[in-house]
């Protein structure tokens, strides 16, 4: 699968993470590209990210077909508000106002 390349590339240098990571809060907007994943919850997203990095292809597909995790179907619009000081993820409003996370190596 194609997007679990890019996930990979993402994260490859993506650390853990924890629960107590630092949110700093910003003001922009930004396109997530086709194909770009991006998740209902910080912990989906992690979650996520781990089956990527332990190539579970399986395990994040279900991800994606349970709704915990979407994947766009061409460019999004979206408005940043939050991202994570020391890591590599930021939450973000869709144009019908429901916030997700993604990876900021995904946002253009």
Do not use: H
Not at 32 to 60: H, M, T, W
């Amino acid at each position: 699968m194609r997007n679990m390349i890019v996930v990979a590339g993402l994260v490859a240098g993506l650390a853990a993470g924890s629960a107590q990571a630092e949110w700093v809060d910003v003001s922009y907007t930004a396109t997530l590209p086709n194909e770009a994943v991006y998740c209902e919850g910080q912990k989906n997203l992690r979650s996520f990210i781990g089956y990527v990095q332990d190539q579970d292809e399986r395990g994040a597909m279900r991800m994606i077909s349970t709704g915990d995790c979407r994947m766009t179907n061409g460019p999004l619009k979206i408005s940043v508000f939050q991202e994570e000081k020391d890591d590599e993820l930021i939450t973000f409003l869709t144009p019908s106002g429901k916030a997700f996370y993604t990876l900021k190596g995904y946002v253009k």
